[in-house]
Each structure stands twice: as structure tokens, then as C-alpha cells.
């Protein structure tokens, strides 16, 4: 059942959050930016989205990265504004419900 919702629905795209973040995405979509993806908790260093950051500062401006998930992520917002990275990422907050959370799969290029 998986499998169909994910082929029927291709083309969707997630709910924006707001409109800064939607801002954001159609600039991305007309650069051809590519854009990374990553469900965590955001309070600890557990799910690694820290060590996703780092690594925009080496992929470079070609990528941005979309955090979905709750927690403080001001320590995260400090990491981005030292490696000149703060306008590559997104932190979306919690995307309720599964058809919700299956659209911004489906927009995303990249799922960590």
C-alpha cells in the first residue's frame, strides 16, 4: 500500500509552514538547489542533524536542509550562524499526520 500512495502522489508537495519558508522553496526550485531532509528530535545530538549542517558548509550553496521535528533547536541555529550556512536551512517544526508527512517526503531530494 506504501508503494502506491508513494506513485500516486509524485508530484505533491508539502504544506509550507510559513510563508518565509515557502519564500524560501520556490527560490530553491528555480535554482535547481537541491534539498536534504531530516526527522529528529531536535534537543540532542543523537540523529545527527548537527553533523548535517557541518556538511552543508561543505556541499556547499547548491543545498539547503529542511529539519521536521520538535525541541529547542537554538543550539543548532548557533552552528548554522557560524558556518554561514543559516539561510540553507529550515527547521519546520512537526508535520502532523501521515499524508502530510508523506507529501514533504515526496518534495524533499534527498531523505537522511
Avoid at 554561514?84 to 502532523?96: H, K, S, Y
Wanted: aromatic share 10%.
Amino acid at each position: 500500500m506504501l508503494f502506491k500512495y508513494w506513485t500516486t502522489q509524485k508530484h505533491s508537495r508539502v504544506r509550507i509552514i510559513n510563508q518565509e519558508t515557502q519564500r524560501r522553496a520556490q527560490i530553491a526550485y528555480k535554482q535547481n538547489i537541491t534539498t536534504i531532509g531530516i526527522i529528529g528530535y531536535t534537543n540532542n545530538k543523537i540523529k545527527g542533524i548537527d553533523t548535517t549542517i557541518n556538511s552543508l558548509n561543505i556541499l556547499g550553496t547548491g543545498y539547503r536542509l529542511q529539519v521536521v521535528g520538535w525541541g529547542d533547536h537554538s543550539w543548532l541555529d548557533n552552528l548554522a550562524n557560524e558556518l554561514n550556512v543559516v539561510d540553507q536551512v529550515d527547521f519546520l517544526g512537526v508535520i502532523n499526520g501521515t499524508g502530510e508527512i508523506y507529501n514533504w517526503l515526496d518534495s524533499i531530494d534527498i531523505y537522511i
